[in-house]
Each structure stands twice: as C-alpha cells, then as structure tokens.
T-cell receptor
Framework: GAGVSQTPSNKVTEKGKYVELRCDPI?????LYWYRQSLGQGPEFLIY????????DSGLPNDRFFAVRPEGSVSTLKIQRTERGDSAVYLC?????????????FGPGTRLTVL | KNQVEQSPQSLIILEGKNCTLQ??????????LRWYKQDTGRGPVSLTI?????NTKSNGRYTATLDADTKQSSLHITASQLSDSASYIC????????????FGTGTKLQVIP
C-alpha cells in the first residue's frame, strides 16, 4: 500500500486486558511516531523510533505502555492492564527521515475502547 | 512550555462562504508550521507547510499566512465546500534533527448546505 496502515481499525477490550496495536509505515520511512488522540483534542506524542530504536519514549504515560519496531519497519504498541482512561484513537505516523521539514504521514488510527 | 492554541474551537458556515482559522504558538525556536486537515475517522493530512521566511502559501482554496514576529498563523478557506468539513490542526516544529512536534487542539469546521 502507498500509505501508513494501522490494524485493527477498532479494538474493544475489557479493563485489565492486554492489547497490541500495529502500524505499517510507508516503505523506506525510517522515522516512526505513535500518538494518542482523545476526542476533540490534537494528537499527543507517545514515542518516536528512528530505525529499530526508540529514540524518544518520553511521551509514554506509564510503564503499562511499550512499543517495539524490531526490524525497523512495522511497529507494535503494547498496552498492559488496560484502563478506561486508555480509551482513545492511537495514531501512527512515518516520515522519510527525521528532519524537521519532512512531512509526517499519518495512518487512519486505531480506536481503542476499554470497557 | 511550547504551546499551540487554535481558535475558534468549532465553526459552522454555509457552503460557498469563506472562513479563517487562527493559530497562535509559543514554540521557540521555530522551524516550520503545518496545517493539517483531519477528516472524521482518518489521520491528519498535511495542507501546507510554512517556514520562518514565508508569509503566505496557497494550496487550492486554502491559503495559510504566517507572522513569525507575533507567532501567529491563519488558514483561510475560500468558497467552502461540504467536503471541507473536518478538523484543522496547526502543528509547529523546532529546528534541528529530531524535534517533537507541538500540535494544536484543532478547529472543527462544519460546512452546511
């Protein structure tokens, strides 16, 4: 595909469960970002990958959140012991390289609902 | 703390009318500012990017302005269409290699027939 894809598009889970959200960036994009967007708000930064490594994970709210990008392409955001407050749209974006001028291309997001 | 504030929060206009959305920021130092359009249920898509030296940039019916002295930007939409209904997000970045972007909270625009 030409764009960033995310799966699943919707995820409903129960409080306390574990979830994984997947992001397929645009081929060749080395920079990958995860954001969280609550209703009526702008995206909130979670974590940034340059290649396989998490260059900045300062936006992760707590240690229940973790993300990996083992081969420098697909990334998975993992949330343990989900809480109702984790309900949001989780957006993934990628860019060609981490230069401030480079556009971040966003996926459609995964809407997570924790009951 | 770097902040990006947008106004109005929401706006309803009639199809064919013009509108202007505002963005004020405190991000410093500054590298560039982007306006994104986010349709419901979709990820944001870039409309324009402006650097420090640019005052105006157009993309079809969208015209963005930037005043880097007052740290203000606007997005003007001309002859609005129903498909313009979306959230418009202002995003500001600093210079250098890696810099986290600072997102505004967006303006939700609804164009009605």
């Amino acid at each position: 595909g030409a764009g960033v894809s995310q799966t699943p598009s919707n995820k409903v889970t129960e409080k306390g469960k574990y979830v994984e959200l997947r992001c397929d960036p645009i081929s060749g994009h080395t920079a990958l970002y995860w954001y969280r967007q609550s209703l009526g708000q702008g995206p909130e930064f979670l974590i940034y990958f340059q290649g396989t490594g998490a260059a900045d994970d300062s936006g992760l709210p707590n240690d229940r959140f973790f993300a990996v990008r083992p081969e420098g392409s697909v990334s998975t955001l993992k949330i343990q012991r989900t809480e109702r407050g984790d309900s949001a749209v989780y957006l993934c974006a990628s860019s060609l390289a981490e230069q401030s001028y480079n556009e971040q291309f966003f996926g459609p997001g995964t809407r997570l609902t924790v009951l | 703390k770097n902040q990006v504030e947008q106004s109005p929060q929401s706006l309803i206009i009639l199809e064919g009318k013009n509108c202007t959305l505002q963005c004020n920021y405190t991000v410093s130092p500054f590298s560039n500012l982007r306006w994104y359009k986010q349709d419901t249920g979709r990820g944001p898509v870039s409309l324009t990017i402006m650097t420090f030296s640019e005052n105006t940039k157009s993309n079809g019916r969208y015209t963005a302005t930037l005043d880097a002295d007052t740290k203000q930007s606007s997005l003007h939409i001309t002859a609005s269409q129903l498909s313009d209904s979306a959230s418009y997000i202002c995003v500001v970045r600093g210079p250098g290699g890696y810099q986290k972007v600072t997102f505004g909270t967006g303006t939700k625009l609804q164009v009605i027939p």
